[in-house]
């Protein structure tokens, strides 16, 4: 599309009652990045309230039709998708505008690429407008979803703010309130009511605590009348619409990480508690698979913001969910047997998925897969789901299927990971809340149950076939370029560092992405041979990921020669003081560090500066100055180095926890002593239009 120009959704699928729009953009440096926002107006051109302002602070509307579904990254970038239920918008709402923003002295004329692409529920892209004037502007409109008459149209906008988020949404009638210095300090108001795994909190219809419902702590959980078990299944418990405590604010929230969990009356180690959803009765793949299903599928129906979680990013509706198991279905001679079935009821209509589950290492089978697209197509099905540890990558998927593009039906093909729903039920246990202590406590039993040893639900954890060749012929320099075995060893290093960033994020409650590096227009093919040729040359693996909130890009690498894993990140040095000042002042913020921990001074111009671990630079920060004086130094690098597994499965002396092991230990022991960036402010001035 070109700017300004417009289109009928209607005119591009028959399946636009729920779309995906995805914000795109490439930053040369790998380190810059966007957020999103939606705002629904009325027929003014204004919000109806301060509700109808959608971005990282309120990022789910109570009656479904808006889900920020968070950042993907794509092969040179990063891609930022929201769902909308356009049948559950209000019909006052006349129209959607989607946006995005940066902050402080960051502007979009540093990106590239700046795109935004439209979906349909299958996941059929429909239309792309890219951006190419953007300049010098802190917050754009790349395009609004608006009605005439009975149907939705497009329209690609593409117009630039100078004021960022709040100078945006201020100019559409929202009241911002950007106090960050309380925000940076957090009131005790504020503390009370953040959930946390030992107080799970009622969160209001935007997400967000209550503060007229207590928080149940586990100490009064056997005060609370215990549910009945058709009240757990509701929908949305219906509340009137709470009053907001105060204006939005666009400066980030900050996110405290949960409390240590109660010590336990058992008399000793050996009693184990009771569960919901015991496993020490799995024997066989088919048993894990049957009950994994079941677990899964019944909680997803029990806790509708977990549901919904998992379900909006394959364009499912927001509605009434319902699942099953032990469905028979006809297909020729033979009838069958999927895994379990979603089904999702939104004004009369259904959404319906089919579920495929595998457990263990044990891999989708093509021909089951294709089977259950065909029978979708054919009973009109919405979409096919399939559940296992492995982690689909972006351009390569996990099962090669044919469809039948004569017929008129489409059926969307999705993958999940179990590492992506335990990362779900993480961000909703110990950061956001799901509604009430009892739908806490089942996603708590649903969470035990996926990291048991015996349910097989681990994520990612065999490094396949090629990991023992691959080393040992690095190990003893016989590995060529253009080994095919190289290329399977970046492909499972890829999956690999992909669920690190859930589980660290599922920690943390921050967005944790992997940082690709690639030439603009390189084909993710490409890209994995160019690395697998590097793999056989340089002997080592290397990845980068960005947290939210970090001061810096966490670097992992493991190089196949020395059997050592480096994790590391890299802090600028600051624009004002003196460099002994810098010094001591970093020293005295890592006293809790680990002795081990390596410090090394980064120099302008330069490859390497004075260096030493921890221990000895404690009682003489000044070692880390260049003998130079007249050197500007332009930051420190710390790292941290671990002995590598060696074994290509998740067993204690396995590659992949020692990876896990590595990543955990460095950010929870350095990364959280180092200060945080400065908070992201937005000026709440009226806004200045290019």
């Not at 918008?89 to 002295?105: F, H, K, L, Q």
């Not at 106090?179 to 946390?196: I, L, M, N």
């Not at 209001?204 to 586990?218: E, I, K």
């Not at 999702?344 to 457990?359: H, Y």
Request: aromatic share 6%; hydrophobic share 35%.
């Amino acid at each position: 599309m070109t700017k300004g120009s417009n289109v009928a959704l209607s005119a591009l699928s028959e399946d636009v009652g729920s779309v995906i729009v995805s914000l795109g953009w490439v930053s040369p440096t790998g380190e810059g990045d966007a957020d999103v926002s939606v705002l629904l107006l009325d027929t003014n051109g204004k919000v109806r309230s301060d509700v109808d302002f959608y971005f990282y602070n309120n990022p789910v509307a109570a009656d479904g039709s808006v889900q920020l579904l968070g950042k993907t990254p794509t092969e040179d970038g990063n891609e930022d998708r929201i769902c909308f239920d356009l049948t559950a918008v209000p019909p006052e709402v006349d129209r959607i505008v989607v946006a995005a923003s940066r902050y402080g002295e960051a502007r979009f004329g540093e990106l590239d690429a700046l795109q935004v692409r439209l979906a349909d529920a299958a996941g059929e892209s429909l239309l792309r407008f890219a951006i190419d004037d953007a300049d010098e502007v802190s917050a754009i409109i790349f395009g609004e979803v608006y009605r005439r008459g009975e149907e939705w149209k497009f329209r690609a906008v593409g117009q630039g703010y100078a004021t960022g988020l709040a100078g945006l949404a201020t100019d559409f009638g929202v009241d911002i309130d950007d106090d960050a210095a309380e925000v940076e300090a957090g009131s005790p108001g504020e503390e009370e009511a953040r959930p946390t795994a030992e107080t799970p909190a009622v969160v209001n219809s935007s997400g967000q605590p209550d503060p007229t419902v207590p928080a149940t702590t586990p100490a009064t959980l056997e005060a609370v009348p215990a549910p009945r078990r058709p009240d757990i299944a509701e929908t949305e418990p219906t509340r009137q619409p709470a009053v907001r405590a105060s204006r939005p604010r666009t400066a980030k929230k900050k996110v405290a990480l949960p409390k240590v969990v109660r010590t336990s009356l058992a008399e000793n180690d050996s009693w184990r508690p009771a569960r919901l959803f015991p496993v020490s009765a799995l024997k066989s793949d088919r048993e894990r698979e049957t009950r994994a299903t079941s677990v899964l599928l019944s909680v997803m129906a029990q806790v509708p913001r977990f549901g919904r979680r998992l379900t909006a990013a394959f364009g499912a509706p927001s509605g009434r969910m319902e699942t099953f198991t032990e469905v028979s279905l006809p297909h020729g001679d033979t009838p069958r047997r999927p895994d379990g079935v979603i089904r999702i009821e939104r004004a009369g209509k259904l959404w319906t998925a089919l579920v495929e589950t595998k457990t263990n290492g044990n891999p989708l089978k093509a021909d089951q897969v294709q089977a259950y697209m065909d029978i979708a197509a054919r009973r009109g099905y919405e979409a096919v789901i399939t559940v296992s540890n492995d982690v689909a990558l972006e351009g390569s998927p996990l099962v090669d299927v044919k469809i039948d593009r004569r017929r008129k039906h489409k059926v969307a093909l999705w993958h999940l990971s179990w590492a992506e729903v335990a990362y779900q039920a993480q961000l909703l246990i110990r950061h956001e809340g799901v509604g009430n202590a009892a739908r806490t406590w089942l996603l708590e039993e649903l969470l035990q149950y996926l990291q048991h040893e015996n349910s097989g639900c681990h994520g990612f954890q065999n490094m396949g076939s090629a990991w023992v060749p691959v080393r040992n012929g690095i190990s003893d320099e016989t590995l060529c370029q253009g080994d095919p075995r190289s290329l399977e060893v970046i492909e499972s290093w890829e999956r690999l560092v992909r669920q690190v960033c859930l589980r660290l994020g599922g920690e943390l409650g921050q967005k944790v992405l992997p940082v690709q590096r690639a030439r603009r227009g390189t084909d993710h093919g490409t890209r994995r041979i160019q690395l697998a040729d590097q793999l056989c040359l340089e002997g080592r693996l290397q990845a980068e990921l960005r947290v939210e909130q970090a001061p810096g890009v966490l670097t992992i690498g493991a190089d196949l020669r020395t059997g050592k894993l480096r994790t590391s990140v890299e802090i600028p040095a600051p624009e004002q003081g003196y460099p002994l000042t810098w010094a001591k002042r970093l020293i005295r913020r890592l006293a809790e560090a680990p002795a081990d921990l390596h410090v090394e001074t980064l120099l302008e111009g330069e490859t390497g500066g004075p260096r030493g671990t921890l221990e000895r630079l404690r009682p003489e920060p000044a070692d880390l100055l260049p003998k130079n004086t007249a050197t500007p130094i332009s930051g420190f690098r710390l790292s941290l180095f671990k002995g590598m597994g060696s074994s290509r499965g998740n067993t204690e002396s396995g590659f992949i926890r020692s990876v896990d092991e590595a990543v955990h230990r460095f950010y929870t022991t350095v990364v959280v002593h180092l200060d945080q960036p400065a908070p992201r402010r937005a000026a709440s001035k009226e806004p200045a239009r290019t």
